[in-house]
């Protein structure tokens, strides 16, 4: 038995038409109903998905583009930032290498140049000078003595007076024995000297090493130049053995042969 459909009011105005699924015989949607669904399908599908357009990429490539400013840009602060770090290690080391060249000339200071060892050396090279002076006056003199009295003794013919010139001659000659005491007194002053000499140039090297050794200052010394004249120039002193840029004996006997 037959359900009667109610019509509705559009349908009584533009007439009865039947509905998608009221096909005679069938119960299958029409084939404009499907392509209707699938056309909502494809829109819902559309409207789903993140919309890509002209603007939409033009926006995402910037945005690509400042990713790879930022990580070019942060990169650099990495190796700028290493860079900063190899720089501050180095500057420690420098400082360190200044404090400790600061300690070793407040020691070479405090115990030479302004200290009692200074005054020593002073004292003692003075001693060295006044003594060997002293001496070589007296050794002069006897040796003077020496000289007249044997002068004299070729003359004299009492043997009185002869042995009179001889305790004079060998009064003299003790003179000069004593005089020569002076080189025991110089060799210990010397000595004195040397101790303190040998003790700034220890300063000096510990000094060197910090800053690289003997050869790294080498490389820094300015280029020696003599500005003596005329006959300064030829006051060279002795002599020492294993010494070079001297004439030696036979050098001149060479000249003059």
């Not at 007439?15 to 084939?31: F, K, Y």
């Not at 400042?66 to 840009?73: I, P, Y």
């Not at 800053?211 to 820094?220: M, P, R, S, T």
Request: with cysteine; charged share 25%; proline share 3%.
């Amino acid at each position: 038995m037959s359900v009667r459909r109610k019509r509705f009011r559009i349908e009584e105005v533009f007439g009865t038409a039947p509905m998608p699924n009221e096909v005679v015989g069938t119960s299958e949607p029409m084939p404009m109903h499907r392509e209707i669904m699938a056309e909502l399908r494809a829109i819902r599908a559309q409207m789903g998905a993140p919309a890509r357009n002209a603007v939409t990429d033009q926006v995402g490539a910037a945005a690509d583009q400042q990713v790879a400013e930022a990580q070019a840009l942060l990169a650099t602060y990495r190796a700028q930032i290493e860079q900063c770090e190899k720089l501050k290690i180095e500057l420690d080391l420098i400082h360190d290498a200044i404090t400790r060249t600061k300690m070793e000339i407040a020691v070479l200071h405090g115990k030479s140049f302004e200290g009692d060892e200074m005054a020593k050396v002073n004292g003692e090279l003075g001693a060295v000078v006044g003594g060997t002076e002293e001496a070589t006056q007296q050794i002069l003199a006897a040796a003077e003595a020496i000289d007249n009295a044997s002068t004299a003794l070729g003359k004299v013919t009492s043997p009185d007076q002869q042995k009179q010139m001889l305790e004079e001659i060998g009064d003299n000659v003790v003179a000069i024995f004593e005089a020569c005491n002076f080189q025991d007194l110089t060799g210990q002053r010397i000595s004195k000297v040397m101790t303190t000499m040998k003790f700034i140039e220890n300063r000096i090297t510990a000094m060197m090493d910090i800053w690289g050794g003997v050869d790294e200052i080498k490389a820094h010394a300015p280029a020696r130049i003599d500005e003596r004249s005329e006959d300064d120039k030829l006051l060279n002193g002795p002599k020492l053995d294993g010494d070079i840029g001297h004439a030696s004996q036979d050098d001149i006997d060479a000249m003059f042969g």
